[in-house]
């Protein structure tokens, strides 16, 4: 069984602040772990995911992260951010043989001015 | 850019009644989805289905819910008795080849039961 963890429900930030939104998961197989981000009202995205190589992972909208595997984290990370970036994050985790994502509860990034 | 596209946007029904979400995916994509997120909660998987034959399910996916391919392109998920802790938004996913290349989600339905 495979769980996520997101240890901050709200992260508020003011625009051009560096950002890390955290995550961590647990899994008895091998992982592969995606971030998403849900704008208001909208689906959700693909930021990035991480599947095998490097444990670094740059996505779109100058988002990364970083794959720990001793830590089991997988946090998200953006040097600068800006007021559209507001929005949710989810940090999800598939594994073993099943293809199914596990989500965490999300974290809701709020920029302000 | 390929979308998956769900119909309608917003549904509301009255309890009991039989709703059907509508998903078309990814035209060379194998793998379908089910996800929900009652409002303020996570996002919860409820379905799986590959090569016309559901996958895996969730204790969610009881039977009250039931999925189909009908026509090779659309994806449907029925509800057949709603009742009011169904109330959520419906996120429909495909991927080529599962986790490989990641998922895509469409924009959700929205169904309000009342």
Known sequence: ?113 | EPEVTQTPSHQVTQMGQEVILRCVPISNHLYFYWYRQILGQKVEFLVSFYNNEISEKSEIFDDQFSVERPDGSNFTLKIRSTKLEDSAMYFCASSEAARIYGYTFGSGTRLTVV
């Not at chain 1, 971030?35 to 740059?58: A, E, F, I, M, R």
């Not at chain 1, 909208?61 to 990370?77: C, D, I, P, W, Y």
């Not at chain 1, 994050?89 to 999300?106: D, M, P, Q």
């Open chain 1, 1 to 113: 069984a495979q769980s996520v963890t997101q240890l901050d429900s709200q992260v508020p930030v003011f625009e051009e602040a560096p950002v890390e939104l955290r995550c961590n998961y647990s899994s008895s197989v091998s992982v592969y772990l995606f971030w998403y981000v849900q704008y208001p009202n909208q689906g959700l995205q693909l930021l990035l995911k991480y599947l095998s190589g490097s444990t670094l992972v740059k996505g779109i909208n100058g988002f990364e992260a970083e794959f720990n595997k001793s830590q089991t984290s997988f946090h998200l990370r953006k040097p600068s951010v800006h007021i559209s970036d507001t929005a949710e994050y989810f940090c999800a985790v598939s594994g073993g043989s099943n293809y199914k994502l596990t989500f965490g509860k999300g974290t809701l990034l709020t920029v302000n001015p």
